[in-house]
């Protein structure tokens, strides 16, 4: 992968699993969208929702990529990971199969502490209300977010992760924007069963892609993990 291959990836996943998101995250943007009279108004409070989620995905990304550097310097299992995750994500939107439902139920014990603190900032009144409730919605249990971690981990350092997860949130934007503006629309256009295969569809070749980059570059682990984790900078140019 180029140096911006992994945003470049990592935007697109976010935009093609915003089918997803709606069903999620849809009705709070929705309902921002219609709570304040002015449309100015509501845009600009889509605009803070959207930037304290995206500042969530970012910290998360940060978090989770200096873990897992420290944690498993070699990047080929992390990658194997991330292959996986995002083809499980495939099947979940297509309603093929349902993992990833277990993952959300782990992330839901993380909500059940954060969800009472949102009920402070509704309605939503204001931008920096608007901010503050974004900023706990990152943290809903999501199975999409979960794969995008994934894929962000393997990227195999805490700056390289926010990136990816930054890109990410920024994919999802259009269909939060849309959401707001015309939810019943727009959630009826993206639960359409062709329109999840497509995007689906597309997911899964990421994840493939990723699948296939770890297992081209296996050989690197054999040849001594620090040396990958070293070499990490200079690997992406053989991409």
């Known amino acids: 992968m180029t140096d911006w291959g992994f945003i470049a990836a990592a935007l697109a996943i976010g935009f093609l699993g ?7 995250c849809g009705g709070i943007a929705g309902a921002l969208g219609m709570a304040v009279p002015g449309r100015q108004t509501a845009w600009g409070q889509l605009a803070c929702y959207s930037a304290g ?36 994500m495939a099947l979940y939107i297509a309603g093929i199969w349902r993992g990833l439902v277990w993952l959300e139920k782990g992330g839901a014990y993380l909500w059940r ?11 939503v009144r ?14 809903l249990p999501c199975g999409l977010v979960y794969s995008a971690l994934t894929f962000a981990l393997a990227q195999g350092s805490g700056p390289r992760a926010a990136l990816a997860m930054l890109a990410f949130g920024l994919g999802t934007v259009p269909a939060m924007f849309a959401t707001g503006a015309a939810a019943a629309r727009v959630r009826g256009f993206v ?21 296939w980059g770890a297992l081209g570059h296996g050989g690197h682990a ?18």
């Open 191 to 211: 639960q359409k069963p062709a329109v999840r295969l497509l995007f689906a569809g597309a997911i899964l070749l990421f994840g493939l892609w990723t699948l």
């Open 18 to 24: 915003s089918s997803h998101c709606i069903g999620m």
């Open 222 to 239: 054999a040849h001594g993990q620090a040396q990958e984790a070293e070499a990490a900078g200079h690997s992406h140019h053989h991409h």
């Open 53 to 88: 989620r995206l500042g969530s995905y970012t910290l998360m990304g940060a978090l989770a990529g200096a873990l897992g550097a420290a944690a498993l310097p070699a990047l080929t299992p992390l990658r194997l990971a991330a292959g996986l995750m995002l083809v499980a």
């Open 113 to 123: 502490y954060l969800q009472p603190l949102s009920a402070h900032f509704l309605p």
């Open 126 to 139: 204001s931008a920096p209300q608007a901010l503050a409730l974004g900023s706990l919605w990152g943290w």
